[in-house]
Each structure stands twice: as C-alpha cells, then as structure tokens.
C-alpha cells in the first residue's frame, strides 16, 4: 500500500503517556511523566500551552470540547478537570484509591470513564457534580485501557493485565462478555469505526497484535513483528490500515485487509506508550519517552473522478461507489448548502485507490494504487485490463493510454495492447514523477515538465518547471501547469509545432521552442482543477473557488472547508464539489458568463454581442461588473440591470440625462443622496440649472447657497434664507441674508432664536437704528432671568460704570462662548473678512 508518511510535528519533552487531538481546533493535548501537561499547535510546531496538574505521573488525558475542558489522571488517584481557555481548575477529586491508568469521554453523553489499578473502572457524570454513577468489576489486574463502540456508545470494551478483554454496557456492573484475548497482559483495545466488520484489535505483552471478532469471540489475525510489548494498536478510520507502537521504539503500519506489514517508522524517541487520531485530517500522534510526534498519512483528497455526463465515482477503502449528478438538474438546494446525492456501491477494487481516472469518453475507470493499476469499465465495474503502474494516462481518443511502470520506464498502449515502435523519444533518460493525459503526453519530474506527440512519440517542447500538476483545456489549446504556489498557463499551437515537422528541423531534447507561448502566471496556489473550455476553474490552499479566464482570476466563492472539484454540469450551469468526506455542493457558474468573458478578453467584440443576447438575465449585473472592471464603462452602462449600478456608471461616463432619469424614478425616500451625487457632477460639468435642481430636491441647502452666490442670484437666495428659516437651518439662513446686506431681518433672526445679546452686539455694528430694539429686548430677557443690575447697568451705564462693566462682560463672555456660531446650529465658524469698519462676521465654515 502505497501512501506518503510526512512528520508534522516533531516535540521533545518528558515521557508522554497520554495524547489527544482536538477536534476542531489545530491542538493536541499531552500528559507527562512530570505530572505536567501540554498543549501544541500541531500546525505550527508551538507548545502554546502549559499546565502544572500534579507532582506526580499523568498517565491519561483526553479534551472534552464542548465544555472547554480537559480531564487528567494520575498517580495520586486524582481527576482533574481544566477549562483549557482560562486555565481554571474545574474540578479535582480522588476517583479511585490507586492510580489513575486510563479514561474515555462518551462522544454524546456528560460521561467520563476511568480505569485504575484498583482493578475497576468508573463512570463520573460532570452533569451531576461529578457524581459516580456506576462502579465496573470483574477484572483481576490493573485496567490499561477502555474505548466506547462506535458503534453504539452504550457499550465500551476494557483491556487489562488480567490477559483478558470485557465488553460492557453502560448501564450494568457486570460484563456482557470476556476474551481470553493474549497469553500476557492486554495493553490496548480498539474497535473497527466501519459497519461491516465487528473486529477489535488488541495488543498484549506476549508481543502480539490481534485482530478478534468480538460476536464469534475468534481470532481472525495474529500480527507479528515488534520486539518488545506493543503500547496500542488502533484502526485508523478512514484508511485501510492498523497502526500499532511498542516498547522497542517503533511504529508499524499494517494493511487492515491483508494484515501484511506496509511500513516500519522510527523517530529513536524510545519507547512508544499512547496514540491519538485525527479523523478529519489523516495525522497521527504518538507519544514516546522522550516527545512526542505528529505524522500525516497520505492526502486529505477523496479518491474520486466524475466522467463529463456526471457520473460520479469514487472509493471508501476498497469499496467503490456511485452517483449521476445529472440527476440534481431540478435541485433547489442553496449554493454552498450539501447536497442530498443518491449513492450505491457498484463494486470493489483490489487495490487501495490513490487515483481514479476516467477516460474522455466515460467509457472505461482506472484506478491507480500500491503500484498497480486497473482498468474497469465504468457501467458494469467489470476487470479490462490491469498491470503494474504508479501513473497512468488516458490520450483524448480513449483508445491511448500509457503506463509509467517506474520511474524510467514507460509503455503506451492501443486498444488495450502496447503499441509497437519506439515508443516515446528518449523516455529512459528522465526520472519521471508522474504522467497526465490530454492532447500531448505529459509528464513531470523534478524541474522539469515534458511533452510527447501521441502519435509519433516525437519531443513536443520540455519546459523548466517544478510541477505538481498539469490540466489541459477541453479545447485542447490551454494547459496549466502548477506548482506548490502558483501556476502557468501556456497555449499549444500545433500549426507552428508542425510547420517545424515540415521543414524537417531535427527535434532535439529540448523540443520545438514555437509549440508553446506563455498567457499568464497567477500567483495562487491551486488544489484542485478542471477547464471549462478556455474557463480554468479551481479551489486554493486559501479555501477560496476561483476561475481564470483571459489573464485574470475571479473569485466565485470563498468556503470554510477544503473543497475538491467534481467538474461542472453545463446544462445546470454549475460547478459541483466535495469535501473529504464527499459531502456535494454546487455553486452557479453560466457557462455562457465564461465565454462572454473570454470574448471580451480577447478583444472579439462582435463576438461578444452575439452571446450577450443568451446570458441569463440573472448574471447581467455580475458581467456589467466585470465589463467596468475592464474599463468597458459604455458597455456595461448597457448590461447591467441595477439602477444603483447604472447611476454610478452613468455618471462616471458624464451621462446625466440618464442619472436624473434613475433617480427621479427611485423612492423619494432613496432619492436625495442620488440627488447630492448628481448635482455635484452637474456642477463639474458646468450644468448649473441641472445642478440647482439637485441640490433643491436633495435639501443640500449649504451646497446651493454657494451655488446662487456664484452665479449672483439674489432672487433665489432671498428663498432659500426663507427656506432655511423655515426648516430651522438658522445658521445658513444668517449667512445668506448677511450675505444679501440685509442686517434688519439679520437682527430679526437672533431675536427670534434667543440670541438677543449677539443680536444687540451686531446691530451695534451693523444696523444702528435697531440698537435701541435690541437692548430694550435684551434687558427684558435679563429681568426675567432675575439679573436686575446687570439689566441696570445695560438701561443707564453712563450713571453706574462698574456695573456696566459686569453687564458688558457677561454680554462678551456669552459672545465668547458661541464665538464659533450666531445661530443656533453651531455649524458656522469664525472667518476674517474686512468690512469697512474692521469688524468682523461670521462666514460659513
């Protein structure tokens, strides 16, 4: 079984005796010898966390995620609870009366199991206070480990010294069953996640890992292989493999089907003592003496393709399963929601699948793994053809294909027989990674990607590029090649390669320079791929689904998971995903969106115009965008359906005759700021009427008082000072009427709003005769505020100077107080000017 092991995280540290992943976040959790525990980010390599639990051993620790906690034993027969955000100490309490050796969480229920040396095991319920809610008895030894069923998480199985294996049920203190299950002491026990087996596997201290039919209680399988007592050994749940740690240093990988040993890995750490899984992302964590390590096996990617119709095929271990998503043509589900898909296992296959690859037609599958391929036709799963191959590649007639058997050798064949001749030019000399169909053959290696004619096995161009994959378009005149960050797209031009043919040019190792020319390089790191077309569709290590058309990239969707690309429907005009898991979602992509956009990309305007008519109205906003992106402002004046959008745009483009037809269409309620827009355009452009009108209807007094005093229009500012009054915009309505010398309704207005003393100072300098009004009016206010010397000294200030003098400075310091206003609003601010007298007004801000 061919998969790759990476190392992730590599930790030294004291002997880790209990290890456990986070579910959702990129955490694992560690329990030491030293009485500590750790958290690291599993990702990054940090230890992010860390808590003094006990002075002595923690042997046991698990998360508990939906309370923030985690749960520790150790040594001094305590069970400690922390919150692990704040670092407080839940709870702690002696749950049994000798160590703390195992524990379990129930994966629904408030329920901790916990095994001791004092030979029994107990259920806590953290609902209850921690309240025992069952004692567990019947083993003879010390309890090394408990797991629920998957099952069904009423009944959990318990591994102990005692050489035996219980299963037992939640709610009875006795065993359902035991297994004499090794001539030792039983370490570990696990169940098999899957439905179709009820398998356990334990490991015991005779050396042994066994696998068990627990409803037969038979042994199916004896492993053989550490040399010292193995630690665990536990199914993995998505892969066909046991993985198993021992005392003597190493973990071991067994094949779950064959039992056959695939990988030994050492990280000379010591001895190996707990495991953990992370379902959702293929890794593996160990603990050793002296750290802890963290693997990744394999890929996260499902093993799927889906033929050009829709039909969807794709493997769960060795069990192969299908569906037509052809079938969703009526789907209403929204886009980004899973979508409900009808799935039936049509098969199985003998080799654990890394690739599955349909060829052009939909005819025939191949599946490719553990150094093997297999060639099945897809409606009946029925054996074609099979051999030896760790790459495999279908020609665009489904007829060719060719066979990378190792990394220098490569066969093609014709009909199911290998094609006689020479084969492809100088094959043997590169050290071939892999090999990918399409109108040439590729196939890259390290730094280098290469091209073969199909047909006559001639070099078409090699390229200098660390590739990780290559996607030709469905025309057969774009290619993508990718790296680790970013990506190329190249276009093919037969004509040129094989005008250089004709002319009978020797094709040399580095082929025809002419056959390819460069379109575009996107910086983006491309996961999955699939061309509509000339529309290059794919998902990014950023969780984002993108298209590049032309030479530019367009984001359709961003996504909180990783996404896979089935391929895209046209007749539903949509481009179907999956998760890991091949959870189904679609996201809306009109096929004739794309191909607007390349037309208008490659500059084919009548082109264009001819697709235009067949967009689906819905889309026409989205492509108005897109054409005022490109500049193409006129066009998509023309497209787009939005009234808001079509404003902006008519403005931009100083089409006002069709802005002030949108807004006087629009709610009255929606339409001022249309209004303020368009008579600031208008006023740019010199339209001083259309500009008049707008800021009238948009109530944007400040902006047409400015604009009647530019163009000297004392009719219309002696309405807009009544217009001001009148909706309480006193400030401006002093300004204008000061603005137009009319200093007598000036006065008027700073009595009207309370302001007698400002009235009082500016009919001193500027309307002598209503001076007399003002102070009598001012003196008046003054009483009735019970300030009668201060009113005094205002009627008669020659007879009391000291009083005046009080008067006189309350009247400046109201003054001084408003400085930045006269009015009421406060939206004026002090300004020089130089009237003849040297005094100073007060100008709009």
Known sequence: MLFDVSRKLFSRSDRVKGVDFHPTEPWLLTGLYNGSVNIYNHETGALIKTFEVSTVPVRCVKFIPRKNWFVAGSDDFQLRVFNYNTHE????????????????????????????????????????QWKCIQIYEGHTHYIMNITFNPKDANTFASACLDRTVKMWSLGSPNANFTMDAHDKGVNYVDFYPGADKPYLVTTGDDKTIK??????KSCVQTMEGHTNNPSFA????????????????????????????????????????????HKQ???????????????????????FSMDPSGKLIYTRNQSVLSGNIQTLQDDTTPEGNRIPLSIKEIGSTEIFASTLIHSPNGRFVTVVGDGEYIIYTALAWRNKSFGNGVSFAWANDSNTYAVLENKVKLRVYKNFKERGGAGMKGAGSWSIDGLHGGPLLGARGKGF??????????????????????????????????????????????????????????????????????????????????WIGDCFIYTTAGKRLNYFVGNESYTISPSDTSMFILGYIPSHNRVYLADKDMNIVGYSLSLSVVEYQTAVLRGDMDGAAEILPTLPKEQLNKVARFLEGRDLKELALQVTTDPDHKFDLSLQLDDLDTAVEITRSVPEAEAEVKWKALGDRALSVWRFDLAREAFEKANDLSALMLLLLSTGDRVGLQKLAASAERKGANNLAFATLFQLG??????????????????????????????????????????????????????????????????????LSREAESRSTIGVNGDFAEAPRSPSDGSTVFVDA
């Open 742 to 811: 009319d200093t007598k309704s000036c006065v008027d207005l700073l009595v009207k709003t309370n302001r007698v003393p400002e009235a009082a100072l500016f009919a001193r300098t500027y309307a002598p005769s209503e001076v007399s009004r003002t102070v009598d009016a001012w003196r008046g206010e003054l009483r009735s505020k019970n300030k009668p010397k201060i009113a005094a000294a205002i009627a008669h200030p020659g007879e009391n100077t000291d009083l005046f003098e009080e008067g006189w400075e309350e009247a």
């Open 449 to 530: 990607v290469l091209f073969w004619d199909w047909e006559s096995g001639e070099i078409v161009r090699r390229i200098d590029a660390e590739a990780r994959n290559i996607f030709w378009s469905t025309t057969g005149s774009l290619v993508a090649i990718v790296s680790d960050d970013s990506f190329y797209i190249l276009r093919f031009d037969r004509d040129a390669y094989n005008a250089k043919l004709e002319e009978g040019v020797e094709i040399t190792d580095e082929g025809v320079e002419e056959a390819f020319d460069v379109v575009a390089e996107i910086s983006d790191s491309v996961q999955t791929a699939k």
């Open 89 to 128: 100490k839940v709870t702690a309490f002696e749950a049994h009366p000798d160590y703390i050796r195992c524990l379990t969480v129930h994966p629904s229920a408030s329920i901790v199991l916990t095994g001791s040396d004092d030979m029994t095991i107990k259920a806590w319920d953290w609902d209850k």
């Open 234 to 277: 536990v199914f993995h749940p998505n892969l066909p493999i046991i993985i198993s740690g021992s005392e003597d240093g190493t973990v071991k990988i067994w094949n779950s089907n064959t039992y056959r040993l695939e990988n030994t890995l050492s990280y000379a750490l010591e001895r190996a003592w707990c495991v953990s899984l």
């Open 211 to 216: 696998v068990w039919d627990y409803l037969s």
């Open 281 to 303: 992302a293929n890794e593996v964590a160990v603990g050793f003496d002296e750290g802890v390590v963290v693997i990744k096996l394999g890929r996260d990617e499902p093993t």
